[in-house]
């Protein structure tokens, strides 16, 4: 175990930290950029616990899983295509789930230039892509070796823990805004599971968790 380095080359451990700070980082950034724009303090978490916005550890882990391997050889202009490509498609499937399965808006870009369907727009896709050329050509290798440095027998259980963790917080999170979605359609809960969710995550505490959520017009 001395030996064995934590997080090595390019595997699942690698990517769950690189989910996670893309969690942090879109959180706070959406916080400040709210602050700028409105002069207001925003909470933009997207999980109840924790001030993760899995949006953007989504976004990043998408990038690691498919710009990871061979990321050294790639161009930097393939790169930002590619980047520009899943960034924006992993904005605009999240808009489509939030919708369809749980009947919230998380966001609506239907007044914004170049706005495809109100889930991205071609600016924001574009955005991705050079945030995402960032990180895989200069963030990317400059962290991952930061990360291989970590001691193994510290780095592995903090991580186990972690992880349970956040599976947890996405678990409560997406079933309590899947019951809240079946509760507002007037279906009653079948378990105790149900009856949990509908006692303690309602809707007040879900809108006020996630002050920018509207309901599905």
């Known amino acids: 175990m001395e030996n064995k380095k934590?997080?090595?080359?390019?595997?699942?451990i690698k990517i769950f930290i690189f989910f996670l700070i893309g969690c942090l980082i879109g959180t706070y950034y959406e916080e400040i950029l709210w602050f700028i724009r409105y002069g207001e303090w925003s909470n933009r978490q997207g999980l109840i616990y924790g001030p993760?916005?899995?949006?953007?550890?989504?976004g990043v882990a998408i990038f690691v899983i498919f710009l990871g391997k061979?990321?050294?050889?790639?161009?930097?202009?393939k790169t930002l295509i590619?980047?520009?490509?899943?960034?924006g498609g992993t904005e605009f499937m999240t808009s489509l789930i939030a919708d369809k399965v749980f009947g919230v808006q998380f966001w609506d870009y239907s007044n914004e230039f170049l706005n495809i369907f109100g889930r991205t727009t071609?600016?924001?896709?574009?955005f991705w892509g050079i945030g995402g050329t960032v990180l895989m050509?200069?963030?990317?290798?400059?962290?991952?070796?930061?990360?291989?440095?970590?001691?193994?027998?510290?780095g592995k259980p903090i991580y186990i823990v972690v992880l349970i963790f956040i599976l947890v917080d996405v678990i409560l999170t997406y079933g309590a805004l899947g019951r809240m979605a079946l509760r507002d359609n007037g279906v009653k809960p079948y378990t105790f599971v149900?009856?949990?969710?509908?006692?303690?995550y309602t809707d007040e505490f879900l809108y006020d968790k996630f002050?920018?959520?509207?309901?599905?017009?």
């Not at 934590?6 to 699942?12: I, K, N, S, V």
Request: charged share 20%.
């Open 6 to 12: 934590f997080a090595e080359g390019y595997c699942f």
């Open 52 to 58: 993760f916005s899995p949006i953007y550890g989504v």
């Open 70 to 77: 061979n990321n050294d050889r790639r161009s930097v202009w």
């Open 82 to 87: 590619y980047a520009t490509i899943i960034g």
């Open 122 to 126: 071609i600016p924001f896709m574009i």
């Open 137 to 154: 050509k200069i963030i990317y290798p400059w962290i991952s070796k930061w990360i291989e440095k970590i001691p193994y027998k510290i």
């Open 194 to 200: 149900g009856e949990f969710m509908d006692k303690v």
């Open 211 to 217: 002050p920018i959520m509207r309901p599905n017009k």
